[in-house]
């Protein structure tokens, strides 16, 4: 089972910051998820929250912005002793610092149109190149997304992301040709496992930070496993 630095290592360092990849990096941990939106300027930029209230302080919409804004403000609310500041980075710079990397799934946070999801996908494949295809999947919990990419015949392999409804998740995710389903650890048993691998998909497990936890997933055979303290779990697994 594979180790997946959640937003880098959310509770190790400032979450999807370039200090918190390399921080993830510097640990050895080669398996990355980080979310993607984009802007009004069409600039793709790694971020959670659709506000930056929680991270910086500051309350002011996502949408809003242009990437010269973002990089005024500090993602450091959390991490008051962090060394650097961490501006908003964007997926050109993520991609600089992790392009060793052997896993990386790619969340693309929900958009309000087809329209978007189509305008967005488009301009994530003008920055990905063919070097990408074997480490990345893009994944999202927005249907419209996955749609899209199914669309676009997308080379990059996708997964779905789930946190209800999950009697409907593996046929959705089949006729999205997904390669994976990214489970909610609370809806995660064995029998919805072993239904993921016989269906021909992965499993990943979102959000994971108890060891014992950890090993019971491993005992099921999960594929990847999503946590904020990778380097805690590097001690058990």
């Known amino acids: 089972m594979q180790i997946i630095g959640h ?11 370039l200090g918190g990849f390399e921080y993830l990096k510097n640990l050895g941990i080669t ?3 980080f979310d993607l939106r984009q802007l009004t300027d ?15 302080g500051t309350p002011y919409a996502v949408a809003n912005c242009q990437v010269d804004h973002l990089e005024q403000h500090n993602h450091c609310k959390l991490w008051p ?9 964007t997926l050109r710079q993520v991609l600089n610092i992790i392009q060793d990397f052997t896993h990386i799934e790619l969340e693309i946070k929900a958009v309000p149109s087809m329209f978007d999801a189509e305008k967005l996908v488009k301009t994530l494949h003008q920055q990905l190149s063919s070097d990408w295809q074997d480490a990345l999947v893009i994944t999202s919990f927005d249907v419209k997304i996955l749609t899209a990419l199914q ?3 997308s080379p990059f392999k996708r ?3 789930v946190e209800d409804h999950p009697e409907h998740a593996i046929k959705t995710a089949i006729e999205l040709a997904c390669c994976q389903i990214g489970w909610l650890n ?5 029998d919805r496992v072993q239904a993921t691998h016989q269906a021909g998909l992965k499993a990943s497990v979102w959000t994971v930070n108890e060891p014992e936890r950890a090993l019971e997933l491993k005992r099921w055979g999960v594929d990847g496993l999503i946590t904020d303290v ?8």
């Open 151 to 153: 669309n676009l015949s």
């Open 159 to 161: 997964g779905l992301l």
């Open 81 to 89: 002793q962090w060394p650097q500041q961490e501006p908003t980075p």
């Open 31 to 33: 398996a990355v998820e």
């Open 230 to 237: 990778p380097h805690l779990m590097q001690q058990y697994l």
């Open 7 to 17: 937003r880098g290592a959310r509770n190790e360092a400032p979450e999807n910051t």
């Open 42 to 56: 069409q600039t793709l930029v790694v971020i959670h929250d659709d506000n930056l209230l929680r991270t910086t």
């Open 186 to 190: 609370t809806l995660t048993t064995p």
